[in-house]
C-alpha cells in the first residue's frame, strides 16, 4: 500500500478549515483571533524566507497573516507546521523559520506545530543553544494527534470537521498495513460525516480528504464507491453522487464528457472485465451528460454486464 500523503491531506485542510483546526488544536490562539477580519495566505513569501534552510520545506507548512482579537492594529503571522514523522530537526526547524519570518516582515510571530507521527513519547516543544554563557531558549505549542485517540467515538462524534481530519489522520495511522481495518474505519467517518449535516461544500470537501488520508487500492475504492452512492441514494442525501461533484470541483471541467465516458468504462471494466465493441460504442454515443450520470451510478449499483447492457435500451424520461 502507497504511503499516506499526510503533508498535502493537512495543507489542504489547512487552506479550508483554519479556524476550525486552530479551535481544536490550538484553542486559546483561535481566541485571540479576530476572525471577523479576513486573513491572507502568505505561502510565497514563506518559499522565499525558508527556500535555502538546511532541511527544505515540508509542503504543510503555512504561513497566514491574522489580526488580533483585542482591537489593536497589529496583525500576527502565524507559521503552522504538520511534522507526520519523528525528526530529531524539528525543534531547529521551527526556530529557524520563526526568526527568519520574523526579521523579514519586522513583525511578531506565532509558531505551531502540529505533530501527526505514531511515537506517543515524541513531543518536541523547544529548542534550546548554550555557548559559553550566551543561551537561547525558544518555546512553540504543539497538538500531538496521539492525545484524541483514545477516545475515537467522542472525536468522530465532535462536529468540528477538524474531528473529521483528526479522526481520518489517527485511522490511517492504525490501519497501516490493514485494509479491512482501514475501509471499516472510513466507511464510519462517512456515514459519520452525513449524520452531521454539513453544508454541501463542506461535506464534499472533507469526502475528498478522506479519500486523502485513508486512500484504497482501485478495485477496494471502487467497492467503497459503491457502498456509499447506495447509502447516500437510500438516505436521500442532499449531495447525492457525491463522488461525481467532487471530480468536477477537481478541475475536470474540460473533456467532461470524455471523462465520463471513461469513468464508465472504467468501472464496467474493473467490475466485468473487457467491455464488448457494440456496448463501448453504445456507450460513447452517449451525449447528455444527465444520461451519463445515470449510467455510471448504474455501472457502479448493477449486478452483471447483461443488466446493464438493457439500462441502454430502457426509454428515457421526458
Not at 500523503?5 to 483571533?33: M, N, S, T
Not at 510565497?44 to 509542503?59: F, H, I, M
Not at 438516505?235 to 463522488?243: A, C, E, L, Q, V
Request: aromatic share 10%; net charge negative; hydrophobic share 40%.
Amino acid at each position: 500500500m502507497d504511503p499516506t500523503d499526510y503533508d498535502g491531506a493537512w495543507k489542504e485542510a489547512l487552506e479550508h478549515y483554519l479556524r476550525y483546526l486552530l479551535e481544536f488544536c490550538f484553542p486559546q490562539v483561535a481566541r485571540e483571533i479576530d476572525w471577523s477580519r479576513p486573513f491572507e495566505w502568505l505561502d510565497k513569501e514563506l518559499q522565499e524566507v525558508v527556500r535555502d534552510a538546511e532541511a527544505g520545506k515540508l509542503w504543510a507548512d503555512k504561513l497566514v497573516k491574522v489580526f488580533r482579537q483585542d482591537g489593536r492594529e497589529e496583525w500576527v503571522l502565524i507559521h503552522v507546521e504538520v511534522q507526520s514523522q519523528r525528526d530529531p530537526r524539528l525543534p531547529r526547524r521551527m526556530y529557524a523559520y520563526h526568526h527568519r519570518i520574523e526579521d523579514r516582515f519586522g513583525r511578531r510571530v506565532v509558531s505551531l506545530a502540529v505533530l501527526g507521527d505514531d511515537h506517543p513519547e515524541w513531543r518536541p516543544d523547544v529548542y534550546e543553544a548554550e555557548t559559553w554563557g550566551c543561551r537561547l531558549r525558544f518555546e512553540y505549542p504543539v497538538c500531538k494527534l496521539l492525545d484524541f485517540a483514545p477516545d475515537r467515538r467522542r472525536l468522530e462524534a465532535d462536529p468540528n470537521p477538524a474531528a473529521i481530519v483528526v479522526a481520518a489522520h489517527l485511522a490511517a495511522l492504525a490501519t497501516t498495513g490493514d485494509l479491512a481495518l482501514r475501509e471499516r474505519f472510513r466507511w464510519e467517518l462517512t456515514v459519520r460525516l452525513h449524520e452531521h449535516g454539513y453544508e454541501e461544500k463542506d461535506g464534499l470537501e472533507l469526502m475528498r480528504l478522506l479519500d486523502w488520508l485513508l486512500h484504497l487500492p482501485s478495485a477496494q475504492s471502487l467497492q467503497f464507491r459503491q457502498r456509499v452512492i447506495a447509502y447516500e441514494e437510500l438516505k436521500r442525501m442532499p449531495y447525492i453522487t457525491s463522488f461525481e461533484k467532487i471530480a468536477r470541483q477537481e478541475g475536470r471541467q474540460d473533456g467532461l464528457l470524455q471523462k465520463a465516458h471513461e469513468a464508465v468504462l472504467e468501472v464496467l471494466e474493473v467490475r466485468f472485465g473487457e467491455i464488448p465493441y457494440a456496448l463501448r460504442e453504445q456507450i460513447l454515443a452517449v451525449v447528455g451528460e444527465a444520461e451519463l450520470k445515470r449510467l455510471h451510478r448504474q455501472a457502479v449499483l448493477l449486478p452483471d454486464l447483461p443488466t446493464f447492457q438493457r439500462t441502454l435500451l430502457e426509454p428515457k424520461a421526458g
